[in-house]
């Protein structure tokens, strides 16, 4: 049994605090603003409704030195992730020797990092790893069986993390490849937005196959020059991820995708979903990235100009889908 | 406008001919037992229900020589392309400069060979095309958007097919990979007979991404070992075919395997389907030809056994998915 700090109750942190509940450790679980609701119901209505929270779980906004504390994940919206990490940093909650285990899909505006190189700002000396693969949360919590990968440059600490979290019904691969498995994290979600957006046109299953496929050959083209490894996307954490994200009937992104395409803002997308989904953010980072360091990025760049210009969703999927015949090998 | 005789009135005959059709060249659609009915109703009731097949399409079941025929796309099921295909050369039906178009799925059982290795041996002389991607007939058949892919050792002839079929909610892209193209149209139909039976089980939408990753995984392997080309199998024909067979509500293939894993048997689901999904006769051909040739292949070896072997399909399923705990990279 270890004693695991969870930082951030959306979605995924909750159901990650019940995966390790579950597994029997100590678990507490830090929300800056749900804690009252969660302690009161012993639920997560807003992020992960019909999920009992079990009363073992500590759900607290305090950050107090924990030394018992051997493993920290974060499950932080992106945005929110450098500041977050820093008070915990500054608080002296992490003991020196806890690990600490990214679940944050993104990647930083202003600087275009990854989010495990924002957590290393402010814990340089931490043993790190990341964790990321297609792993809807609600099925996770429901103990739906699932798999996932931990990705570390320490072999030893993706296996310390493999062993904490590895269940029959939760099994967990391990890679060196952090780049990649938190690229392929971050990507999909721009692609499950263009994926909604097809949704929402009524593309049909051919063209939307057609529209993922395409994803794919963004997402290995753009990972391969971000410093990720070929092998990763198509793995769980890159291929499998995305098809799940694009697929799923439980993705937000996904969902936030066809409501931009009925013509809802980008304000009563949040308010609908009830959370701002990765994508949005990411979509802004990656194309920001891509321009900077001029990197071909055909659908990021259609979404971003739904998100940011105002662009027609049926102007930019056609844009996406209509292109001049040619030898498939040239794509 | 071009003559081009379509052989085989199944689903995605009778959409390719709806599709020449409206293209504006003259179709002869080829069918050995439903003639009459679509002469008489004008629609294919069994294969393709809904879809007016329209007045200039001859439908007919005669072979006779017709010099003006430039294409044949052949569109049989697998097991049926040898015999019709051979009373084809021997009728003379086939003009000498006629194109041979494959848009047939699967592998012979006797030889291991592709359906355009089959069609060589009755017509050894004509140009030869195939024809795959994610393409469920009745959204071709209903003009909504979809891409495909045309191979040809000969990149005019691949060329010319191209053009031939190539309309804006059709888009046709060429490739040299015959042998790539054809296995991965083929092999898709043993995955989704796997995913249906994951389907069937109740499989959550996280696991079902970890097996068509590993389905994906599978299929590159084995088709890089069968001749075809890596890149191919990361394209509109290879993961874009495998997603839209996987994941689309129209695949018959997935349906089946929905069916075993309600405990039907492989004569009751021919029956309910209305025809041999070509994923069965498929998983018989590559279990045969991994068996002969020493390939590894474990999604087709459970197929396999929940349909010649009697295998209980949750076991199977949970053969695929219970692994030990690994590198991923070790996959």
Redesign the interface.
């Known amino acids: 049994m270890d004693s695991i700090l969870i930082v951030g109750a959306g979605a995924w942190g909750t159901a990650l605090a019940v995966l390790c509940e579950r597994r029997g450790h100590a678990v507490t679980l830090w929300s800056r603003s749900l804690t009252e609701e969660i302690n009161h119901t012993r639920t997560n209505a807003r992020h992960l409704p019909g999920v009992n929270v079990p009363q073992p779980i500590v759900v607290t906004s305090n950050l107090r030195a924990n030394p018992d504390i051997g493993f920290v994940i974060w499950a932080t919206p992106s945005t929110a992730l450098e500041e977050i990490s820093r008070q915990l940093a500054e608080s002296g909650t992490v003991a020196p020797d806890a690990i600490c285990v990214s679940a944050v899909k993104g990647i930083e505006l202003t600087s275009g990092l990854r989010m495990s190189e924002v957590l290393g700002r402010n814990f340089p000396n931490h043993a790190q790893a990341v964790l990321s ?4 949360a609600i ?2 919590a429901r103990k ?4 996932t ?1 931990v990705g570390s440059d320490q072999p030893e600490v993706a296996g310390t993390v ?1 062993a904490l979290l ?1 269940s ?1 019904e939760f ?6 490849d952090v780049a990649g498995i938190e690229i392929g994290g971050a990507l999909k979600n721009i692609f499950a937005l263009g994926a909604g957006i097809g949704d929402g046109l009524g ?8 529209l ?2 395409r994803a ?2 963004e997402l ?1 083209r753009l990972g391969i020059q971000l410093g990720g490894r070929r ?2 996307f ?4 890159g ?3 995305l ?2 994200t694009c ?4 993705s937000r992104n996904r969902r936030a995708g066809e409501l931009l395409a009925e013509g809802k803002r980008l304000a009563e997308v949040t308010e609908i979903l009830g959370t701002m989904p990765e994508g949005i953010p990411t979509t802004r980072s990656v194309y920001r990235l891509a321009q900077k360091l001029g990197l071909n990025a055909p659908i990021t760049t259609q979404v971003y100009r739904v998100l940011e210009e105002q662009a027609e969703a049926s102007e930019a999927l056609r844009r996406l ?3 001049e ?5 040239d ?1």
């Not at 693969?133 to 809807?136: A, K, R, S, T």
Request: no cysteine; aromatic share 6%; net charge negative.
């Open positions: 693969g297609p792993n809807h099925e996770i739906i069986p699932s798999a990968v493999q590895a029959p099994r967990v691969y391990t890679s060196p593309l049909g299953d051919n063209a939307k196959a057609a993922v496929t794919l050959a290995v092998e990763t198509y793995g769980l954490s291929v499998g991820d098809m799940v697929f799923s009937r439980h889908l209509e292109r015949l040619r030898p498939e090998a794509e």
